[in-house]
Each structure stands twice: as C-alpha cells, then as structure tokens.
C-alpha cells in the first residue's frame, strides 16, 4: 500500500493538471465560436482582452514569486533548525531549494513583465 502512494499522487496531479488545461481550452473554445458567430453575422467582434490578462499574470507573478520565495526560505530555516548529523533531513534542504528558485524566477518574470507593460 505505501508504494502506492507515490504513483497516486502523480496520476492525480497529472490528471488535476489535464482537467484545468481542458477547462481552458473549453473556454477559448466558446470564445473563438462566439467571435465567428458575430464575423458571420456581419458584426465586428470586439478585440481579444489581451492587456488585462497580461496585467493579471504579471501580479499573479508578484504574489506567487513574494510566496514561493520565503516559503523556500522558511523550509531553509526548518532544515537549519532540525539539522542533526545522521537524521537523514534533507528533504528539507531540496524542498527549500526548490521552491526558492521558483519563487525567484517568478519575481525575475515579474520583473522583465512589468518593464514590457510600461514600454
């Protein structure tokens, strides 16, 4: 039972990642029909609102970045504080590089994002 653990966890983070790429792609969808609709009817449909996603994206960025960032530094500190010679703790230690690194190059993007809005 616990080597079945792994395996579920993958196949349900793997299967939660395809649902929210389907849920997407079901909207783009439905907003690509209803702009042929409207070019069929002789409308003009209004632009894609690409501006605020890319707004959204850049705070999302910030927040995550601001999160990821001291949530690695906190597992750093856990790893330092629970450090005794032997006790095998370095999961600690690669989680905290892990999410480090991702909480700066999320700030990294937010950076070189938020230059490209404002030029």
């Not at 079945?4 to 849920?23: C, H, T």
């Not at 959204?56 to 601001?66: D, E, F, H, P």
Request: glycine share 10%; hydrophobic share 45%.
């Amino acid at each position: 039972m616990k080597d079945l653990v792994p395996i579920i966890v993958v196949v349900g983070a793997f299967a939660m990642i395809m649902w929210r790429e389907y849920l997407n792609h079901q909207a783009r969808r439905l907003i690509h029909d209803e702009r042929r609709q409207q070019i069929e009817k002789g409308q003009t449909p209004p632009p894609l609102p690409v501006a605020a996603e890319t707004e959204a994206t850049v705070q999302r960025s910030l927040r995550r970045g601001v999160t990821h960032l001291f949530l690695g530094v906190g597992l750093g500190l856990a790893y330092l504080v629970g450090a005794i010679p032997g006790s095998g703790n370095r999961g600690f230690l690669i989680g905290s590089a892990i999410v480090t690194m991702l909480g700066i190059g999320n700030l990294v993007y937010y950076a070189l994002a938020r230059q490209t809005t404002k030029a």
